[in-house]
Structures are given as structure tokens and as C-alpha cells.
Nanobody, 114 residues
Framework: QVQLVESGGGLVQPGGSLRLSCAGS????????MGWYRQAPGKQRELVAG???????YLVDSVKGRFTISRDNAANTVYLQMNSLKPEDTAVYYC????????WGQGTQVTVSS
């Protein structure tokens, strides 16, 4: 069974940084375009960053200049470096294949608050 396990979330003050990790089973990370998604309370899940198998990246406008997505195919891991965090970044963050989602993992909670 394919699994995606997110980690690295936590409580951080506005302006702080976090690095999220997503470890995939098998070769899922190296074989597919991947994405980081987030779901804030009362809102729909949204894609915030994507990375193709070729390394091309996509960032939603609200995180451009602050977030960076990267991947380590050898480690089957996708990362999301989040800098200059804002309270509106508070959400549960998930990773998944970008174009055809698998079953969602538990996600990792990111809370930005003073």
C-alpha cells in the first residue's frame, strides 16, 4: 500500500520558518509530479506548491517568495521550506501526487501565531 507521511509542522511565530518533509513509500516521489496542499479550518484543501519529475516548480501566488518546494528522489522525500510565515498560513499541510491524488495521509499541523 502506497503511503505518504508528512512531518515537520509545529507552532511558530509570525515571520518564522518551518521545513516540512513528506516521505513516500516505494518510488512514488521519484516517479510522479508531487504537490504540497493545505487545508485551513472551514476551508477547502488547496494546492500551494508543486514539483514535476523534471524539477519544475509551481507556487500559488500567496506563497511566492516565501515557500520553496524541493525533492530528493534518492530519499523518496519531498520538502516544503516555509519562510516569513504568516497567520494565514495556519493549516494542516499534506503532500500527494499532483495530478491524481492517492489516499490522503494524516498531514502535519502548522500554526502561525504570536
Amino acid at each position: 500500500q502506497v503511503q505518504l507521511v508528512e512531518s515537520g509542522g509545529g507552532l511558530v511565530q509570525p515571520g518564522g520558518s518551518l521545513r516540512l518533509s513528506c516521505a513516500g513509500s516505494g518510488t512514488i516521489v521519484s516517479s510522479y509530479d508531487m504537490g504540497w496542499y493545505r487545508q485551513a479550518p472551514g476551508k477547502q484543501r488547496e494546492l500551494v506548491a508543486g514539483i514535476s519529475i523534471f524539477g519544475t516548480t509551481y507556487l500559488v501566488d500567496s506563497v511566492k517568495g516565501r515557500f520553496t518546494i524541493s525533492r530528493d528522489n534518492a530519499a523518496n522525500t519531498v520538502y516544503l521550506q516555509m519562510n516569513s510565515l504568516k497567520p494565514e498560513d495556519t493549516a494542516v499541510y499534506y503532500c500527494n501526487r499532483r495530478w491524481s491524488n492517492l489516499a490522503w495521509g494524516q498531514g502535519t499541523q502548522v500554526t502561525v501565531s504570536s
